[in-house]
């Protein structure tokens, strides 16, 4: 499912242009962006979290030259789901 596919059933569902949507749901992404970055937390209860995690210096290699390298400590937004939204999931996708 893309942006747009989602900006089209948000409009029929709730009779709302596309326009509107549109940037209502762009807001929505800049405004989870916008608070990554400053290394805020976002909370949806029921939906899940976008968080902010820190991946520790560590030692890689370059193939190519052989040689080791330093990955220097950094953060990277990750999403963790709610309870309720796994189970959704598990119940209602069997292995297929």
């Known amino acids: 499912m893309t942006k747009a596919d989602i900006v089209a059933k948000i409009s029929e569902k709730l009779g709302l242009e596309k326009g509107d949507v549109q940037a209502t749901v762009e807001t929505f992404m800049e405004e989870v962006k916008n ?36 990955i220097p400590a950094h953060n990277i937004p990750a999403f963790k789901p709610a309870k309720v939204f796994v189970e959704g999931v598990k119940t209602n996708n069997e292995a297929k």
């Open 35 to 70: 608070s990554l970055e400053t290394g805020d937390n976002v909370y949806l209860r029921g939906f899940g979290s976008f968080i902010v995690k820190t991946r520790a210096e560590k030692t890689g290699r370059n193939i190519s030259k052989n040689t080791t390298i330093k």
